[in-house]
C-alpha cells in the first residue's frame, strides 16, 4: 500500500489509475470459484423468476451476490436470518401501512418514520444481513402501497417480496452447499497464511543472496494492494465467537502490515550481508512456523529476536518485520478471555444484536437522521413532480447507506461511476443485444456475462467492490422488473435517472452535510481507539463482577469499531487530492504502522482485566492486584498522552516507572523470588511485561513522529 501510495502521489492520475484498476482486478487464488458461484446463484434465481413469473426478479438476484460465502454454515445461517427477517420487514410493511391507510398525512408522517427506522437499523444492528433485508424490503414496500391498486394487490405483492428473498436465499445456499468439497481452507485463516506465504518468500529470496524473482514481486504487490478489508468484512458479518473474531482481526492487520513492509523491501536497492540474511533467516522461519500453527489452527508460541545495531534502510525494514513477527503470536495472548470463562460457567450475556456502544449514541442517530433526510427527499420529489419512475431512488439510498458507514466523500466519486457503468451496460443491452434474442436462454448468456464482470469487481477490494455492486444493481432493475424484454428506452432512462437521483441524495445529506476528510476520520478514529483503550486499562469501575464484564464488553466492541473504522477511512485517503496531499499520505502510513500494535495491546488488556477482576483461576494476592491497578493507570496515562499529543494539545507529563518496577513490586509483595510464584501469578507477571513492552514502543513511534 505504501509504494501505491507514493506512485500515486507522483505519477499522472492516468498511470496510477490504470495500476490502480489493474491491481484491484487481478486474479488470486479462490475469486474465479467465487465469482462463479455468485453468478450460477443469481443466473438460476433469474431464470426461475422469468419461467414461473414471479414478481422482484431484481431483489431475489440482489439477494445472491450479498448473501455470505465465508462457508456452508455461515451461508445457512444467512439464509435463516433472510428469511426471518424478510417476515419482520412483511409484516410492519402489512401491518403499519394498513393502520395509517385512511389518512394522507398520517401515511406521509408513517413513510418518513420507515426510512428513519431502516437507516437506524442499518447503523445499529450488528447482524448485517438482518439489517439489509429489513431496510431494503421497507424501502421496496413504500412506492408499493403509495400506488393506486387494491389493497389485495398490495398485501399480494408484499408477500411476492418475502417470496424472492426466500428464492435468493435458498439457491445461493443449495449451490454453496453443492460445490462446498470443492473449496480450499477457510475464508478467514487461508488469505493470512497466503500473505504470511508471501512474506516469507521474499525474506527467502534475500537468504539465498539474490533479488526476489518477478512473480515474488508481483504476488506481493498484488496482495499490498488487495489488502485485508475483505477479511475484516467477513469477520464483522460472520456468526464465530467473538474471541475468534478479535484475535482474527488483529492477525490479519499484523499480516497485512508484514506485506506491505516486504512490499517495500523489494522496491530498495538490498545490500545483503550476511548479518542482513541471517536475520531475514530468522524472520523467515518465524513466519513459517506462524503460519504452520494458524493452518493447523494452533496457538502460535511466542517469537524473540536479537537487537540489531545496523543502521541502513534494509535493516531498518527487517527490524520493522521483526516487531509485527513478534506481535502476531501476542494477538493470542490470553486465548481464554473472559467470553470463554463465562462460557464455561454458564453466565455469559446475551449475544449483542445492536453496536457494542449505547444504543441512542449521537452517531447512530446522525447517520438514521442524514438517510433519512435522503431518502425522505427523494420520495417528496418524485411524489411532488408525479415522477413514480424515479422511485428507485429510495432503493438506492438504502443500499448506499450500506457502504456509507465510514466511508470517505470520495467513494462517491465510485458510486456514481458504477451507476454509470451499469447504466451503459443495461442501455446497451437494450438497444443492441434485445432485438437480436429470442429466447430466455438466450438473455441468460447475457445476464450471467454482465453479472459475473460485476461479481469480479464486487470480490475486489472495499475501494473498488461497490461499483460493481452498483453496476449490477442498476442492469438488474431495468431488465427483471419485467417479464419480457424492455422495449421502452423512456422506462429504462426513469430507472437509471432514479439510481442517480438517489446518489445524489446521498451524496448532498452524507458528503454536503458531514464534510469530513478520509484523512481526518482516520486519525480521529485512531485517536478515539487510544482513548477507550485508557478506558479500557482503567476497568473496572463496578464492583460488581457482572455489571463490569458487560460494561467492558460494550466498550471492546466500541474500541473495534473505530479501529476497524480508521483502517476503512485509510483506503479513502488514497483517493483524496490536495495540497495536503502529500501530509495526509504520510500520516496514512504512520498510523497503518501504529494501528497492529494498538490492536496487539487491545488483546492484551482484555486478558489482563481477567486478574483485575480475580476470575476463578486468575487470583492474585492482594497486594499483587494493588501493584496491577497502579499500573494500570500509569499506562493508561500513556495512552492519553499519546492521544494529546496526536490532537496537538502535548502537555508536560511527569516521568513515568519503568513497567519492570511494577513486577519488582510484586515479587515484593509476594515475599518470594520469581520461580517460586504460583503459575497464575507468573504467567500475570509475562503479560505484564510484554505489555510494558508494547505500550512503550507504541509511545516512542508516537513521541518521534
Not at 663 to 681: I, K, N
Request: hydrophobic share 50%.
Amino acid at each position: 500500500m505504501a509504494t501505491l501510495a507514493q506512485s500515486m502521489g507522483a505519477s499522472p492520475p492516468d498511470f496510477w489509475f490504470w495500476e490502480f484498476l489493474k491491481e484491484e482486478l487481478a486474479p488470486y487464488p479462490g475469486r474465479m470459484a467465487t465469482v462463479g458461484r455468485m453468478t450460477l446463484a443469481a443466473t438460476v434465481v433469474m431464470l426461475i423468476c422469468e419461467v414461473f413469473r414471479i414478481p422482484y426478479a431484481f431483489l431475489a438476484c440482489v439477494y445472491t451476490l450479498l448473501i455470505s460465502r465465508e462457508s456452508p454454515q455461515a451461508t445457512m445461517r444467512s439464509t435463516g436470518t433472510i428469511l426471518t427477517s424478510a417476515g419482520a420487514a412483511a409484516a410492519y410493511l402489512l401491518i403499519g401501512a394498513s393502520l395509517v391507510s385512511g389518512s394522507p398525512w398520517l401515511h406521509f408522517l408513517w413513510n418518513i418514520a420507515t426510512f428513519f427506522l431502516a437507516f437506524f437499523a442499518i447503523t445499529t444492528l450488528t447482524n448485517y444481513v438482518a439489517a439489509l433485508i429489513f431496510a431494503v424490503i421497507t424501502a421496496v414496500g413504500i412506492p408499493l402501497w403509495d400506488s393506486h391498486a387494491p389493497v389485495e394487490t398490495h398485501i399480494e405483492l408484499t408477500l411476492w417480496i418475502v417470496l424472492a428473498a426466500a428464492l435468493g436465499a435458498s439457491v445461493s445456499v443449495a449451490i454453496e452447499l453443492l460445490f462446498a468439497r470443492t473449496r480450499p481452507g477457510d475464508a478467514i485463516v487461508l488469505p493470512i497464511t497466503q500473505r504470511l506465504a508471501a512474506a516469507r518468500s521474499v525474506l527467502l529470496s534475500f537468504v539465498e543472496g539474490g533479488v526476489p524473482d518477478s512473480a515474488i514481486r508481483k504476488n506481493i504487490l498484488r496482495l499490498r494492494a488487495v489488502g485485508t478489508s475483505k477479511v475484516q468484512r467477513l469477520l464483522r458479518r460472520s456468526a464465530h465467537s467473538r474471541p475468534f473474531r478479535l484475535q482474527m482481526s488483529a492477525v490479519a492487520e499484523l499480516a497485512d502490515r508484514l506485506v506491505d513492509t516486504a512490499a517495500t523491501l523489494t522496491q530498495i536497492p538490498l545490500e545483503a550481508s550476511s548479518a542482513i540474511r541471517a536475520r531475514a533467516r530468522d524472520a523467515a522461519t518465524a513466519i513459517g512456523s506462524i503460519d504452520d500453527d494458524l493452518t493447523h489452527r494452533r496457538i502460535p508460541e511466542a517469537v524473540q529476536f536479537t537487537a540489531s545495531a545496523e543502521g541502513n534502510v534494509a535493516a531498518s525494514l527487517l527490524g520493522e518485520m521483526e516487531d509485527t513477527i513478534t506481535f502476531l503470536p501476542e494477538a493470542f495472548a490470553g486465548a481464554r478471555t473472559i467470553d470463554e470463562y463465562l462460557d464455561s460457567a454458564g453466565d455469559r450475556p446475551q449475544p449483542k444484536r445492536v453496536a457494542g456502544d449505547d444504543l441512542f449514541n449521537p452517531d447512530h442517530l446522525k447517520f438514521a437522521l442524514r438517510g433519512c433526510l435522503a431518502a425522505g427527499g427523494a420520495y417528496v420529489v418524485y411524489k411532488a413532480i408525479d415522477w413514480p419512475g424515479i422511485s428507485s431512488a429510495i432503493i438506492v439510498c438504502v443500499l448506499t447507506a450500506l457502504s456509507t458507514i465510514g466511508a470517505s466523500r470520495q467513494n462517491q466519486i465510485l458510486r456514481f461511476f458504477g451507476a454509470l457503468l451499469g447504466g451503459v451496460f443495461a442501455m446497451g443491452t437494450q438497444i443492441f443485444l434485445l432485438p437480436n434474442l429470442a429466447s430466455v436462454v438466450e438473455f441468460a448468456v447475457v445476464f450471467a456475462a454482465i453479472t459475473f464482470f460485476s461479481a469480479w469487481v464486487m470480490t475486489s477490494s472495499a475501494r473498488l467492490s461497490y461499483v460493481g455492486f452498483q453496476a449490477v444493481l442498476v442492469f438488474y432493475l431495468v431488465h427483471l422488473q419485467e417479464f419480457a424484454p424492455q422495449t421502452s428506452l423512456a422506462v429504462s432512462r426513469d430507472r437509471v435517472m432514479g439510481i442517480l437521483f438517489g446518489l445524489l441524495m446521498m451524496w448532498l445529506t452524507f458528503d454536503r452535510l458531514s464534510a469530513t476528510t478520509a484523512a481526518m476520520e482516520m486519525k480521529t478514529a485512531f485517536i478515539s481507539g487510544l482513548r477507550l483503550l485508557g478506558q479500557l486499562t482503567r476497568e473496572p469501575v463496578s464492583s460488581d463482577t457482572r455489571a463490569a464484564i458487560e460494561h467492558s464488553y460494550m466498550l471492546s466492541e466500541t474500541l473495534n469499531a473505530q479501529m476497524d473504522k480508521a483502517i476503512s477511512a485509510a483506503d479513502g485517503v488514497l483517493f483524496e487530492f490536495g495540497p495536503v496531499r502529500a501530509q495526509n499520505l504520510a500520516l496514512r502510513d504512520r498510523i497503518l504502522r501504529w494501528q497492529p500494535a494498538l490492536r496487539t495491546l487491545f488483546l492484551m488488556r482484555r486478558a489482563s482485566l481477567r486478574y483485575v477482576l480475580r476470575l476463578p483461576g486468575f487470583q492474585l494476592p492482594e497486594a499483587g492486584l494493588g501493584v496491577l491497578r497502579e499500573y494500570n493507570e500509569h499506562s493508561a496515562r500513556m495512552l492519553d498522552d499519546m492521544a494529546d499529543r496526536l490532537e496537538g494539545r502535548e502537555r508536560e507529563r511527569t516521568p513515568e516507572p519503568e513497567g519492570e518496577e511494577f513486577v519488582q513490586q510484586v515479587l515484593t509483595a509476594c515475599g518470594c523470588e520469581a520461580r517460586e510464584l504460583p503459575p497464575q501469578t507468573r504467567s500475570f507477571l509475562i503479560l505484564l511485561r510484554r505489555i510494558d513492552a508494547v505500550t512503550r514502543s507504541l509511545a516512542e513511534k508516537v513521541r518521534a513522529a
